[in-house]
């Protein structure tokens, strides 16, 4: 399951790829789609899989409750079809439409990665997922694939499940703990129990897995810096090969964030706040994990490069492609997400209905690529930056500023966060747009 | 047009709301000039804004016609603006009457403009009619109402006309009443011209229309005009009269006649209530007494936020004076603000009409300091001569080792109170150094007091004060009276170590350094953490009487940014940096708007 983070997680690249594109670095041609070489290729592949068995409170990822079916419990309850098999059918559909109109168009779909985030991958039925990884292999989609992420719940993971995933190619998972506090997770109303983390995590193990990802909030309503620093150690103790670790945000329409308003929760005040960061900063680092993102952490493998790279091409602004309910896709400053409606989306007239379609002028292109760019750690290359903005852009000056703040630095090619930067990151950010 | 003998000119006064309005479209709909259909609004006040606000801007006048006793009659009718700001073109509308219908709501009885606009009429030499209105109420009181007229305004009970505006009772009576108390104009119609300027408006088709009243001598279409005062001459392009839509009219305008006059005025800013109309070939001795240029008593800057810039607001400023000539505006320039205009109002309603309407029709944004009213200093100029200059800045002051003193404005304010309240009413004046006049009875239960006050006392929260202490009941107006010396002291306030002019103030020696502590803690709360912790200090002549400090942003991250989150993200951070675009930067801190009122707030 996933998290509030949901499409969260991991890892790495795989060693035949070392450094380039993942690079701490991303080069200016990952910055800039419009100067790659293969316009249209999408790297990424994500599959939104809508289902969850209860909706976490702080949640704004669009998942659903099935209706609890008798059938389920008992023996056959497998075989009787149910909205989860209607879902594969039309995830399948989808999945089979891209790959047929992209082979027309000379770019046959061939990602490097794929991620599989929800909703609660691991809530999906087992047959559903023998269907869809049969289709994926079947359209040869997996080929090139070094890095198969697939997010999931401490409380769905079965040692049956996980051996399916791994054949079928899956090489990661992100599990979400989030606290390993009762009082926390009540907080949250994340209806797992803690002690099956560790479980969960030696599942993995079992199965074969080598890259294991751990998602924790902290600013956990009721938290302290304490109680935050337990989770933590808890977490470390696993072992993870990597971790994506939050400050809790409040969004819109959540049920936590009405209970917010109306005085139910109350939030953890700014300093607090920013002394936990600090702590989670200064602990990872020591505990040998190096921060490649605002909120992910990777740990330093001299064999192996342990960072999501599935996610560093949300921020480096690869094209990639999502299929499922409420995916979001981006091909060349193109963007457009699939309609957040389950229904519709099964009954699938061809293709699911877009929303949020839009391509971005240059100057918006420009301030959204140093938005994510600047997550990372690498920053963003300079000479990217001064061929973008033009003298006259009152960005220039502002740059400037926040320099002298100490918040933002030059290396010899980038430009990047420093540490201090890294705690007001959205206040800088909102004015570069 | 009927012999000025069977003219009469007339106005309605009243305090807002007790029917003003609505009896003169029930006089308009009795004598024909309008009837139910054809009113979709009420004519005489023709501007959205003043319909929403309830007030009335700008003045207008209505020719109609009524029998009575056989003959016929023109009844003019005068509308005056209503709202405390306009004295001044209150006083030129009544100066051009003979007579006023004086409206009292028979659920309400006397209000405080009940008071004033009696006084300014008698002041005008004005024959009255008093009304009670709104008989129809269930609540109405009219014998109870004529009695308070009597006591305390010192009419005639038995003069008392009752009419229902709503249902029309009484208004024929009504209009009989005027035929036969209100006295015809006098004047010389042979004598050289003089014709009152008691309103003008702005046309986009025509320019300007001017209106007048005939009080000596005649005019026609044609003529060649001088404006005393303006000290310019204009052709005239036509005469006429409202009834209510404009009707050219042939023949002369003759002493005691009011109508409109179009003459290819471009600008209203050419043209100034008060001032007196005469023949440029055969001019009269003397204008009209009573003309005063207008004076405004509030004011502040605006300057352009957000998108707008400066060239826009010039335009839009430009465009509106060229209709709406009521305030002043020159271009000031702020070391943290920018260039921008000091504009000057008659009081601070009218500042927020004006400010709405350019926002509105101009389509600009704007950022406004804090009102300031004008001061008069008293300087040792040039070998210690003494001099009094006038400013309208605190940041125009001179040095303090030149002022001798400091003068302020200075209101008679006539306030109406529950006699339960009076006790906190006299706390609220006394606190705002007012002084007390005097005290009467107006019925068992609510009382007139009279104070002088420091009209920089009164102008942002008092009236809200007043209103609330007395449960809405409370009522006020009020005019300036002239400038007094006090102990006076203008009060810095620096941000982040360098001082904002648009923030200074002139305060009393004896509230300056509570007043200070206020501020920066309103201040704090307005001004958005920043990147860096911003001091925020209040000095007097470079002495600092009060300090605070804003903290730095401590944590602002959005922890998760991933592909499904792109655009939302983007979007969010996008309000976040409008919102920043809409305040203004001074250095590198930006100070959102409502900031640059909380100089106003006095905190009590
Ligand atoms: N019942 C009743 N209501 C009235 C009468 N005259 C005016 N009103 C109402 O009183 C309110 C204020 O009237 P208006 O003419 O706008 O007052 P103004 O502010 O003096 O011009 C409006 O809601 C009118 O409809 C009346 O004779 N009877
Ligand atoms: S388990 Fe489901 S409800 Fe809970 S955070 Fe994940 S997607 Fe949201």
Redesign the pocket.
């Known amino acids: 399951m996933n998290l509030p983070i949901n499409r969260t997680t991991p890892e790495h690249i795989g060693p035949t790829d070392p450094k380039q594109d993942t690079g701490n670095a991303p080069n200016p041609e990952a910055q800039n789609p419009q100067a790659r070489s293969a316009p249209g290729g999408f790297q990424g592949l994500y599959l939104h899989l809508p289902f969850c068995f209860h909706k976490c409170h702080y949640c704004d990822f669009y998942s659903v409750v099935p209706a609890k079916e008798p059938a389920r419990t008992n023996g056959n309850a497998e075989n009787a079809p149910d909205i989860q098999d209607a879902f594969t059918a039309a995830l399948c559909a989808e999945l089979r439409r891209w790959v047929v109109s992209l082979q027309d168009q000379g770019e046959p779909l061939a990602p490097a990665t794929v991620f599989a985030g929800g909703g609660t991958p691991t809530f999906l039925k087992p047959s559903c997922w023998k269907t869809l990884l049969h289709d994926l292999h079947g359209h040869r989609v997996l080929q090139h694939v070094d890095e198969f992420t697939v997010e999931a719940n401490p409380e769905t993971v079965t040692p049956a499940l996980m051996d399916m995933l791994v054949d079928g190619g899956v090489n990661r998972v992100s599990i979400g703990a989030q606290s390993f506090d009762r009082g926390s997770l009540k907080a949250l109303e994340r209806w797992h129990d803690p002690d099956n983390v560790p479980r969960a995590v030696e599942l993995c193990r079992n199965a074969g897995l080598d890259n294991v990802s751990l998602d924790l909030i902290f600013a956990i309503p009721g938290q302290t810096l304490d109680m935050l620093n337990r989770d933590l150690e808890r977490l470390l103790e696993l072992q993870p090969e990597h971790l994506s670790i939050y400050g809790l945000t409040y969004e819109p329409q959540t049920a936590l964030t009405a209970r917010l308003r109306v005085g139910q929760v109350q939030r953890v005040d700014e300093d607090t706040e920013r002394a936990m960061y600090d702590h989670v900063m200064t602990r990872l680092d020591a505990a040998g994990y190096e921060q490649y993102e605002l909120s992910n952490w990777a740990r330093r493998d001299p064999t192996r490069d342990l960072r999501c790279r599935h996610n560093l091409g949300y921020w480096q602004n690869h094209n990639w492609l999502g299929l499922g309910p409420a995916a979001a896709s981006h091909r060349d400053g193109q963007r457009w997400r699939n309609a957040p409606n389950l229904p519709r989306y099964v009954s699938g007239s061809p293709n699911p209905p877009r929303v949020d379609e839009e391509t971005l002028p240059p100057p918006l292109r420009f301030g959204e690529q140093l938005m994510l760019g600047l997550r990372t750690s690498a920053g963003v290359e300079r000479a990217w930056i001064d061929a973008a903005l033009e003298p006259g852009d009152a960005r220039n000056a502002y740059l400037e500023e926040v320099i002298a703040l100490g918040l933002l630095e030059k290396t010899e090619s980038h430009l990047r966060l420093t540490r201090q930067g890294r705690f007001v990151a959205d206040t800088i950010l909102a004015r570069l747009l | 047009m009927p012999a000025a003998d069977n003219i009469r000119n007339f106005c309605i006064i ?1 305090h ?8 003169a479209d029930r006089m308009l709909m009795g004598t024909g000039a309008m009837d139910e259909r054809t009113k979709k609004e009420q004519k005489l006040d023709s501007m959205d804004l003043e319909r929403e606000r ?1 007030i009335t801007i700008k003045a207008a006048a209505v020719s109609v016609e009524h029998t009575y006793n056989g003959k016929l009659y023109e009844l003019n009718f005068i509308d005056t603006p ?1 709202h405390v700001d306009f004295h001044y073109e209150v006083s030129r509308a009544l100066a051009a009457c003979e007579g006023a219908i004086l409206v009292v709501d028979a659920t309400q009885g006397v209000e405080a403009q009940t008071v004033a606009n009696l006084y300014k009429a008698v002041d005008a030499d004005l024959e009255l009619i008093p009304v009670i ?2 008989i ?2 269930p609540s109405a009181e009219p014998d109870k109402r004529a009695m308070q007229v009597e006591e305390v305004l010192g009419l005639d009970a038995a003069d008392c006309v009752m ?4 249902t029309g009772v009484g208004v024929p009576e009504l209009l009989d009443a005027i035929c036969e108390r209100f006295p015809p104009p006098k004047g010389e119609p042979d004598a050289p011209l003089q014709a009152l300027i008691f309103d003008a408006k702005y046309d986009d088709y025509r320019g300007v229309i001017v209106y007048f009243r005939v009080v000596n001598g005649h005019f026609k279409k044609g003529d060649r005009i001088l404006m005393m005062g303006a000290k310019r001459t204009y052709q005239v392009t036509e005469l006429g009269k409202f009834k209510p839509d404009m009707h050219p009219t042939p023949e002369p305008f003759e002493a005691g006649d009011v109508g409109y006059m179009v003459a290819a005025i471009k600008s209203l800013e050419d043209v100034n209530v008060g001032d007196t109309i005469t023949l440029d070939t055969a001019r009269c001795d003397k204008p009209l007494p009573g003309y005063q240029e207008p004076q405004p008593m509030v004011y502040c800057d605006f300057y352009p936020s957000g998108d707008t810039q400066f060239d826009e607001l010039r335009d839009a400023i430009a465009r509106l004076h060229v209709n709406d000539a009521s305030f002043t505006y020159e271009p000031s320039n702020s070391e943290a603000l920018g260039s921008g205009f000091r504009c000057g109002f008659l009081g601070m309603l009218h500042m927020d009409i004006i400010q709405e309407r350019l926002e509105r029709e101009g389509d600009v944004s704007i950022v406004q300091t804090a009102p300031t009213v004008t001061y008069e200093v008293v300087i040792t100029g040039k070998g210690g001569v003494k001099q009094t200059i006038q400013i309208t800045n605190p940041s125009e002051l001179p040095d303090m080792g030149q002022v001798r003193e400091i003068r302020e404005p200075i209101v008679a304010a006539e306030i109406i109170t529950p006699t339960t309240s009076i006790g906190d009413i006299m706390k609220l004046c006394e606190n705002r150094r007012g002084i007390y006049k005097s005290q009467k009875f107006l019925a068992d239960d609510r009382q007139i007091l009279e104070y002088d006050l420091p009209l920089a006392e009164i102008i942002y929260d008092f009236f809200d004060k007043l209103k609330s202490i007395t449960s809405g009941y409370g009522t006020m107006d009020y005019h300036v009276t002239g400038f007094k010396a006090d102990n006076l002291v203008k009060m810095d306030v620096l941000v982040n170590g360098s001082p904002v002019e648009a923030l200074s103030l002139i305060v009393h020696r004896t509230k300056a350094e509570f007043r200070g502590r206020h501020l920066l803690k309103r201040l704090k709360e307005q001004i958005d953490r920043h990147l860096f912790e911003i001091p925020l200090q209040a000095a007097i002549g470079g002495k600092i009487i009060a300090r605070e400090t804003i903290k730095s942003v401590g944590k602002n991250v959005t922890a998760k940014c991933y592909g499904g989150d792109v655009t939302r993200k983007r979007k969010l951070l996008e309000k976040q940096k409008k919102g920043k675009e809409r305040m203004k930067r001074v250095g590198t801190v930006d100070i959102p708007q409502e900031a640059f009122m909380s100089v106003l707030d006095t905190g009590e």
């Open positions: 009243a807002i709301d007790h029917g003003k309005s609505t009896l309830g209503g209105n709104k129809d109420l009419t229902s505006a709503k």
